[in-house]
Structures are given as structure tokens and as C-alpha cells.
């Protein structure tokens, strides 16, 4: 049976744009874009470790608010277990720690990048949401 690995993904919004990350060297699934985040650890809510994993990757604080889905990807090192939270920055710029490079693109953009396929679901959701806005 393979590991349950449970994470958590930031979704930003500014200005009726997504913010996309870019997965760094030596990690698996290495050049894929996904929505920042990380493991949730023991003893944490997911919004939690989501806002700890955002100070320590990308050195900002931010509110983490509505619950947009939970996905389950399998990867060959184990099964994904993804929640996806809508997330508001305070004004700080993410500073790049672990990943190559951060994005921020329209919804009709979004397809455009190879992303993570944990990630997909969420992708497709926010396009829809706020396309059907727009």
C-alpha cells in the first residue's frame, strides 16, 4: 500500500490573476508549477501547516481563508492528499526559497504551464470560477 502524504496549496488572487510557483531542483516533479504549500505535520490543521509553509517557503505572511477542494493524485512515491485554500497576502513580495520562479497569470493562462497533477483539479476549478465572474 502506498504512503498517504497530506499537503496543503496556497491559492492568490490579485487583480483577477493566479499566482503560480514553479517546483525547484533535486524535489520530485521538478520544473511542474503548483500552488505553494507543503505537509501538513502532526498535531496541524491543514490551514495551519499552510500558513507555516508560507512563511518558511516564501517569507510571507498570509491569511489563509475558504476551502476550494481536496484532491488525491497517485504518484509513483505515494498518494497526494491536496487541500486547496484561497489565501490573501499582506503586501509583503514572496521571496523565491525553495522554487525557481513565481507567476502571476490570468485564468485564460493558466493551461499554459505544466502543472503539477495533484494541482489540475484546483486549476480548472479557479478557471472556472473566475471565468464565470468575468
Known sequence: MKKRIQ???AV???DNRVMAAQRGGGKALDG?????GGKIEA???????LARELREELKVEAEVGEHLTTTEHE???GIVVLSTYF????GEEPVLTEHKEV???RPDELELLPWAPADIPAVNLIKQRLTSKG
Open 103 to 105: 507567476r502571476w497569470l
Open 12 to 14: 492568490f488572487l490579485q
Open 75 to 77: 504518484y509513483d512515491f
Open 43 to 49: 498535531g496541524e490543521t491543514p490551514e495551519e501547516a
Open 7 to 9: 499537503v496543503t496549496g
Open 32 to 36: 511542474y508549477w503548483e500552488f505553494p
Open 87 to 90: 489565501c490573501t497576502l499582506h
